[in-house]
Structures are given as structure tokens and as C-alpha cells.
């Protein structure tokens, strides 16, 4: 609050302040005087007012004329200042003005540049969307592909399982029926055996016969193992 | 308002030295000296100019004489602004003494008002002091003073080119009751203030000013000049022929700056500033 005063205070001190016309007085006193000096000191008479007043009033205009001329002597010299300082902006004006010029030019340039590379960068974008749909197809159609191949595969090997299911059964009724086969054989060797003994009873005769029984097993036996070897023979080929 | 003396005082005695030149056209029995005067900053030229008039007057003849006007440079000085005022508007840039010219014809009826007698001054003078107080304290201090007091004040005003210093307490006696507030309030209501234009066809602007924002910040100066006129810089308010700081706020100069007439005079001054 009180730096306000005090400038308000000195403001007022300084506008009040009548120095100016205090020196003029003193001024004034000083030609007066000397004037008057000077009248006297000629003539040894006083000589009229007016003449003082007018040797006063030239005296205080040769005094002003003086201060004048060295205002203007002031004000000249501050003249030629301002005009070279003014001479040296107005060259760095003109200075900034051509690098202002280069570098809207270069700026112009730039912009070009940038436009261009934002048209590039556009249309590459464009291409990296198109490519990555692409991508996204193909990754679908080789999950697709995959799914399916897994499907396939599932569907093949549960063939396979069933086919090896049906082949040990297959196997297993072989060798049953192997099994059954070596019985029968083992029987036919024992029916045979027991039928030479007839046999070579009846050789006697010079004719050799064979029960009917004994033929037909072993013909049955035959066409089993026939039909047995041919269907190995398929499956086989199968698994080929 | 103690602190504030000082600035007061610094206020109240100001002067401004004056020349009085009577006019070449007026007719004369012989030569007029010119006449010089310390002229009160916070007074009006019809109240300390008397002996002006009686100087010019000696050597006049009597049925010459109408009404007494001045003039500064061929404008017609208006009798009732402050002589503090006339000076920064008219002539604040040139070398002092202020040359006035006395006229005793040929008065401007269109541009001064006639001031026929001291009473006209004083109810001028009672009629600012009652505008400013209406936006002070809506009329309340001035409405309770006596009769008495009214005379006191104009009274010490219109004495005050004597440079008694008792004049300035005599008088700010009663303009203390003019200036002072109840802490509940804040402030005054309104700031009374009137800024004279020196580049406008309007003489002066005079609006509603509080000395609070609706949010609780004081005013300060450069609000003022940035309301009354958005374009003005923002040191372009004179006050008293003095730039004071934009940041002052509004109260504290009205209580100190405003003296008799109780209205904050500042200047807008657009081009050309006193260095």
C-alpha cells in the first residue's frame, strides 16, 4: 500500500516542481542586472525603462536564440543517430525480409514433401489393409484347411481302427478256423489211419477207396483254406 | 485516512503558476500589465481570479466592462472545471507560466456557462459535492450535515488559494465525514469518478462504478480505464496531471485524490504524454 503513495507523492513533487521557470527567472535577474550595469557604466546616466526593457527583452531572445540553436544542434546530432540506426534496421529488415523469403520458399518446399510423403504413406496404409484382409483370409482358409485335415485324419484313423478291429477278428477266426483245421486234420490223419488199416484190408483186392465221409471233409477242408488264403490275400492287398 | 496526509496535503497545495494577459482587442486607457498567480489546482477561476479582475479593471473604463471570461489559446476556459483540470487538458505540455487570456466582452454564450456571482460557484460546487455523495452513501452524510457545514466547506475551499495550512484541516473536517465508510460496507456504493477526454466529442464520461467485482476483487485503477474505454492503454489515465499506478485501487484514490468536489477527476490522454 504505501508504494502507491510514495509514487503518487513523487509524481506530484515532480509536476509541481516549477524549476524551469525558476531558472528562467534567475536568468532574467542576471541580463537585468548586467543590463543594468552596462547602461549606467556608459553614460554615467540612467537610462529610460523602456530602454532597459528592451535590452533585456534582446538580451533574454540572444539567450533563448542560443538555447535554441543548441537544441537544435542536440536535436540534429540525435537526428543523424536515429537516421543510422534507422538506416542499419531497415537493412536488417530487409535481411530478415529475404530469410523470411527463403524460408517460406523452403517451407513451401517441405510442404510439398510432406503432402507427398502423406500421399505415400496413404496409400501404402491402403495396401498393408488390402495385404492384412488378405492375410486374415488366408489364415481363416488355412484354419479351414486345418480343421479339415484334422477332421480327415480323425475319420482315418477311426478307419483304420475299425479296420484293425475287423482284421483281429479276421485273424482270430483264422486261427480258430486254423485251429479247427489242424483238428480236423489231426481227426482225417486218425480217420485215415484208422480207414488204411480197411484199406489196406481191402488192398488185398488191388483197389484203393476212400469213405465217402473222409473225401468230403477233406474237400470242405480244402475249399476253406482256399477261400481263408484268398481273403488274407485281399486284405493284404488292402493294406497295400 | 492518517497515513494518507501526506498525500493530502501534496494533493490540496498543489499550484499552478499563471500569467494573466488581458486580451489586445479590449480597450484600454492605458497599457495592461500582465498579472501573475499561483493558481489552486482543487478551486475554480471565477473564486481566486478577484484580483485578477480588480488588476485589469484599473485601467479599463467602466462601461467597457461585461462579464469576465478567459481563454487559453482561443479556447474558452469553462469556470466550472477544477483549474487543475483546464490546465492538463488545455495545457499541460507547454512551458510555465500558463498564459491565460482575460476577456471583458464578447462572452461565448455557447460554449460558458454565465457566472454572474460567488453563489453560482457555490451551488455548483454544493451540487457536485451532492452527486458524489448520492453515489457514495446514497445521500445519507450529506443529508445529515447542517447548513453550517456546507458553508464551512465551500468557505475553506474558495480561502484555499491562500496557502493556509489551516484551511486544509478546517476543511478536511468536514470532507472526512464526506469520505469515511462503515467497515460493514466495504466501501462506498459507487466510485464517484469523472474522466475528461481530450480527444472525444464527449467532454467527460461518468458511469456507475462499484469499487468491488461481483466476485470480491477490488477495483483498481486500470479497471476503471478498461471498462470506460476498452480501446485506452493501459497508461493513458492521468489523474492530477500525474500517471499513477494502474494498480491502485479505486477506493484508496478516491478517498485520497478526491477533495472538495468529492469526484475523482482523471484525463484520458491519447497522444501526447507529459515527460
Known amino acids: ?240 | 485516512m492518517a497515513d494518507d496526509k501526506d498525500v493530502l496535503r501534496d494533493v490540496w497545495f498543489g499550484r499552478i503558476p499563471t500569467c494573466f494577459t488581458l486580451n489586445q482587442d479590449e480597450v484600454t486607457e492605458r497599457e495592461a500589465e500582465p498579472y501573475y498567480l499561483l493558481l489552486p489546482r482543487v478551486s475554480y477561476l471565477t473564486l481566486v481570479t478577484d484580483k485578477v479582475k480588480k488588476h485589469f479593471l484599473k485601467v479599463m473604463k467602466a462601461e467597457d466592462v461585461e462579464e469576465m471570461w478567459f481563454e487559453y489559446e482561443g479556447t474558452p476556459l469553462k469556470w466550472h472545471y477544477p483549474i487543475g483540470v483546464l490546465f492538463d487538458l488545455h495545457a499541460s505540455n507547454t512551458v510555465l507560466p500558463w498564459s491565460i487570456t482575460v476577456h471583458f466582452k464578447n462572452f461565448p454564450d455557447r460554449d460558458l456557462l454565465h457566472c454572474p456571482s460567488s453563489s453560482i460557484v457555490e451551488a455548483h460546487f454544493m451540487s457536485s459535492i451532492k452527486e458524489a455523495d448520492a453515489l457514495k452513501h446514497k445521500s445519507q452524510v450529506v443529508n445529515d450535515m447542517q447548513k453550517k457545514d456546507h458553508k464551512q466547506l465551500y468557505r475553506e475551499l474558495g480561502l484555499n488559494w491562500y496557502r493556509s495550512a489551516d484551511k486544509f484541516d478546517q476543511f478536511w473536517a468536514m470532507n472526512r465525514k464526506l469520505m469515511e465508510y462503515s467497515t460493514e460496507d466495504g466501501g462506498f456504493r459507487y466510485i464517484p469518478f469523472r474522466i475528461y477526454q481530450t480527444m472525444s466529442d464527449r467532454p467527460f464520461i461518468q458511469k456507475l462504478f462499484r469499487p468491488v467485482s461481483p466476485d470480491g476483487n477490488v477495483h483498481t485503477l486500470g479497471d476503471l480505464l478498461k471498462e470506460m474505454d476498452p480501446t485506452a492503454l493501459p497508461n493513458d489515465g492521468v489523474v492530477f496531471n500525474i500517471f499513477p499506478p494502474v494498480c491502485l485501487r479505486r477506493s484508496f484514490m478516491s478517498l485520497t485524490l478526491s477533495l472538495c468536489f468529492s469526484l475523482l477527476s482523471s484525463l484520458f490522454r491519447r497522444v501526447s504524454r507529459p515527460r
Not at chain 1, 553614460?43 to 526593457?53: E, M, Q, Y
Not at chain 1, 533585456?56 to 540525435?78: G, I
Request: some cysteine; hydrophobic content about 35%; proline content about 1%.
Open chain 1, 1 to 240: 500500500m504505501g508504494s502507491w503513495k510514495s509514487h503518487v507523492r513523487a509524481k506530484l513533487q515532480q509536476r509541481d516542481q516549477m524549476s524551469q521557470l525558476e531558472e528562467r527567472f534567475e536568468i532574467r535577474k542576471q541580463i537585468l542586472d548586467d543590463v543594468q550595469s552596462k547602461s549606467i557604466g556608459r553614460s554615467g546616466v540612467d537610462v529610460g525603462k523602456n530602454t532597459r526593457l528592451l535590452q533585456l527583452q534582446l538580451r533574454e531572445s540572444e539567450h533563448l536564440a542560443e538555447k535554441l540553436s543548441q537544441t537544435v544542434s542536440d536535436l540534429t546530432t540525435v537526428l543523424y543517430l536515429k537516421e543510422a540506426e534507422l538506416q542499419y534496421w531497415q537493412s536488417r529488415v530487409s535481411h530478415c525480409r529475404q530469410e523470411a523469403l527463403t524460408l517460406a520458399k523452403g517451407s513451401n518446399t517441405l510442404k510439398a514433401t510432406v503432402s507427398q510423403l502423406e500421399f505415400t504413406a496413404e496409400c501404402q496404409s491402403k495396401e498393408l489393409a488390402a495385404l492384412r484382409a488378405e492375410q486374415k483370409g488366408l489364415k481363416q482358409t488355412l484354419a479351414q484347411a486345418w480343421t479339415e485335415k484334422e477332421e480327415l485324419l480323425q475319420r482315418w484313423m477311426e478307419e483304420k481302427r475299425e479296420e484293425a478291429v475287423r482284421l483281429n477278428k479276421y485273424n482270430a477266426a483264422q486261427e480258430r478256423w486254423q485251429h479247427w483245421a489242424k483238428q480236423l486234420k489231426r481227426h482225417r490223419h486218425r480217420d485215415m489211419a484208422k480207414e488204411d488199416i480197411p484199406i489196406a484190408t481191402s488192398s488185398w483186392s488191388g483197389t484203393t477207396q476212400t469213405s465217402p465221409s473222409v473225401t468230403q471233409r477233406i474237400n470242405n477242408t480244402a475249399v476253406i483254406q482256399q477261400g481263408h488264403s484268398d481273403h488274407n490275400h485281399d486284405s493284404a492287398a488292402a493294406k497295400v
